[in-house]
């Protein structure tokens, strides 16, 4: 089965074909003709599986259908961190790429009068987390009676991060016939009794278990000593040639050390992590997206959320401390049915965490084997700079031979008694021993 026999609109099936997506993942399947006949509905689901397209798709349908009421917000998204607000944001942007309608993404870390502007000219989706929605709900920037669809994306994080107090105020100030979609990878008790509270005779949509989502990704490892660390990431680099990649650490500190090292072998990379200023994260990722970068350094803090089309590589540079950790990590590739790679760096010491990982992502992970020669990687841009004066100086010498043997040299000569003469800085004469190069100027 493919999208057009959902009868979506044209103007968002066009863009979907334009995204490379043609069939429906499994919870697209099963969740968008519940999505558009208007139920709500619980889906269980971990990222990468498109359940953002499903919800999208089902917003930029109503939005569609009804043009005239534009202008008011429609529709609210709940996310838990500003990275997913914003990617989420961007994803409805590409799906709905030829509707007219307005998202705007809020969270907190930017100035919240950035937001007022775009609130206040009248947008249709507002995608944020809950502590920055609350903040414009109790300022009265932003008014949620016009309301048809809410979706709490990610609805175990946000419980784990303490945000449920929030959503429940927020979810009281909309209209009781609205649409609500919750969606969670896991469904502690907590959720259930959001869900019962707030949901109406909910749909439930499974798709898989979180560990079982790396179908389509090739997974490998390499032994490698702390000695070889870094010059088995930078052959795979070099061989693998990845489109887009993101390389895990496990420290703030190693991200931006990793990084440092990268851009100075030649690279196009850049970090992101905890530490980072909103800004400065926002950039990071926004450069990742646009492919203005091909590599990304970043900490756990990205594992799970980041949702960017078309990596192609993911690289456990620092081993996770977890099995589940690891699978959220190489979830960000093989994304949509799309086939990914993901390689860790092992020490030999902590090979024996590869049968745990393999059962829990109930698949195999080939061992490979790295053929490091470091006279064929990249070089640090010092290096290449000295090797590049020492060629310079290679041709001097060869210059200075050739003017000797054509007798050029001869204010240079040995004068009486066997000394020679050289001209200091200022052109004045010097005397000196026949030790030492003869120079013009100072010397160096």
């Known amino acids: 089965m493919d999208f057009s026999r959902l009868g979506l609109n044209q103007n968002i099936l066009s863009a979907v074909s334009e995204m490379g997506f043609t069939s429906p993942t499994p919870i697209q399947l099963q969740a968008l003709p519940l999505l558009l006949q208007g139920e709500d509905l619980i889906g269980q689901a971990q990222t990468g599986t498109g359940k ?27 996310a838990p961190t500003r990275e997913l607000a914003v990617q989420i944001a961007d994803e409805i942007h590409r799906i709905g790429k030829y509707l ?6 809020v969270y907190g870390g930017q100035e919240i009068e950035k937001q007022l502007a775009p609130l206040k000219a009248g947008v249709d989706i ?38 449920i107090e929030d959503i429940e105020k927020i979810l009281q100030k909309t209209p009781k016939g609205r649409q609500t979609l919750l969606f969670s990878a896991t469904m502690p008790s907590e959720i259930i009794e959001l869900s019962k509270k707030y ?51 496990r420290t703030k500190r190693s991200a931006d050390r990793l990084n440092e090292i990268l851009l100075d072998r030649g690279f196009h990379s850049l970090a992101l992590h905890g530490d980072m200023s909103q800004n400065k994260r926002d950039r990071s ?39 589940y950790t690891y699978i959220h990590r190489i979830g960000r590739t093989g994304r949509m049915g799309k086939e990914g790679v993901a390689i860790s760096l092992v020490f030999f010491d902590q090979a024996n965490i590869i049968p745990t990982l393999e059962k829990v992502s109930d698949s195999k992970i080939e061992q490979i084997k790295l053929e490091i020669k470091p006279e064929l990687l990249p070089k640090r ?25 054509s007798g050029m040299h001869s204010r ?33």
């Not at 490998?220 to 088995?232: G, I, M, P, Q, T």
């Open 412 to 444: 240079h000569s040995p004068g009486a008694g066997g000394r020679r003469h050289s001209f200091g800085a200022r052109g004045e004469r010097r005397e000196g021993s026949g030790r030492g190069h003869q120079y013009f100027g100072r010397r160096r």
């Open 52 to 78: 953002t397209a499903a919800f999208a798709i089902c917003i930029l349908e109503r939005l569609a259908a009804n043009p005239e009421a534009r202008g008011r917000v429609r529709a609210l998204i709940l």
């Open 381 to 405: 841009r010092q290096q290449l700079h000295m090797a590049q004066r020492q060629g310079r100086g290679k041709g001097a010498d060869s210059r200075k031979q050739a003017a000797r043997r």
């Open 285 to 323: 990722m926004e450069a990742f997206r646009r492919r203005h970068i091909n590599i990304l350094v970043a900490t756990d803090l990205a594992s799970r959320g980041l949702d960017v089309t078309g990596v192609s590589h993911v690289i456990n540079y620092d081993m996770p401390s977890d099995p």
């Open 199 to 249: 949901l109406k005779s909910p749909q439930e949509v499974k798709v898989g278990e979180d560990s079982l989502a790396v179908k389509t990704i090739k997974q490998y490892y390499a032994e490698v000593s702390k000695f070889d660390k870094l010059n088995a990431l930078l052959t795979i680099l070099v061989e693998q040639k990845p489109s887009l990649a993101l390389v895990f650490v």
């Open 126 to 163: 507002v995608v944020g987390t809950p502590g920055r929605l609350l903040d414009h709900i109790e300022r009265g920037t932003l008014a949620l009676d016009s309301v048809e669809v809410v979706v709490l994306d990610e609805a175990d994080r946000m419980l784990d991060m303490g945000f």
């Open 100 to 105: 007219p309608f307005r998202v705007l993404a």
